[in-house]
């Protein structure tokens, strides 16, 4: 399983930096056809809870909002963002009135966090990409950021903490597998990484400090979010194109946060 993980990351992780790296057309498409996977992901699992939304509205809904992250200038896909709220609850009326949904509530607020969550969250993989300086190297710290401290916490609560600290669960109920040792070691691990691609990215060391220790430390949170939705949906990954990594929502659940906050950084040093 560690083999099979690491080739994977060692294969998909560079390809990626490239594509970041190249930015336009050749990172908008993989982006954008992550987060509609992702997205679908996500509606299978609300299906699985007993839920009723419409992945017809969802998608592309999220996909106007990665429009407005890629073209910020068009202020009509804002408008769009509440046009969509308004169809969703249109939707769901629909339900209640035909009764064909005894959750109707709950599929509104599921659609809902869906468009937040992968559409104007997920925007900011762009809006990062899209800033007037640095544009790729932030881009590239915030996905370094993350992996290296999901990376650390791996390995330091697989093979170290057991054995030199001991084993404290961080989240028995959604994560058993994550302990407090591993936090604390992809805390460290995450931000000394950061700060090392920071130097070689020719960044400002404080702001690329403050992104390290905010990737290490809140980014989990989006880990254990996902979690929580797919042990209510019963089910171990979120899908399978990754392999052994699971899904795409399974890949971005962390570095959704990274990147938006990343972009806020970079507005305000900037």
Do not use: C
């Amino acid at each position: 399983m560690l083999w099979q993980r690491a080739l994977i990351a060692l294969t998909l992780g560079p390809l990626a930096l490239y594509l970041v790296y190249l930015g336009e057309w050749y990172y908008f498409l993989p982006i954008t056809a992550i987060i509609i996977l992702a997205t679908y992901e996500f509606g299978q699992m609300m299906q699985r809870m007993g839920l009723h939304i419409s992945l017809w509205i969802l998608i592309p809904a999220v996909v106007l909002q990665l429009l407005n992250g890629q073209w910020p200038e068009y202020q009509l896909f804002g408008v769009l963002f509440l046009v969509s709220l308004l169809v969703m609850l249109a939707y769901v009326l629909w339900l209640y009135e035909r009764r064909l949904s005894d959750t109707a509530p709950m599929d509104w607020m599921a659609m809902m966090g869906g468009l937040v969550l992968l559409g104007w969250v997920g925007s900011h993989f762009l809006r990062l990409r899209g800033v007037e300086t640095f544009a790729w190297q932030w881009t590239i710290l915030a996905l370094v950021s993350t992996w290296a401290a999901d990376s650390g916490a791996y390995l330091v609560g697989k093979f170290m903490a057991g054995r030199i600290l001991g084993r404290h669960q961080l989240s028995p109920r959604l994560s058993p597998n994550k302990t407090v040792e591993g936090y604390i070691g992809g805390i460290v691990l995450g931000t000394a990484i950061t700060l090392t691609f920071a130097y070689f990215l020719k960044l400002p060391w404080l702001p690329s400090l403050v992104l390290g220790l905010l990737a290490s430390i809140v980014s989990p949170l989006g880990d254990l979010g996902i979690s929580l939705l797919k042990r209510e949906a019963k089910i171990k990954d979120s899908g399978t194109v990754f392999g052994v990594h699971g899904g795409a929502l399974d890949r971005i659940d962390s570095v959704l946060w990274s990147v938006t906050m990343a972009y806020y950084l970079v507005l305000f040093i900037s």
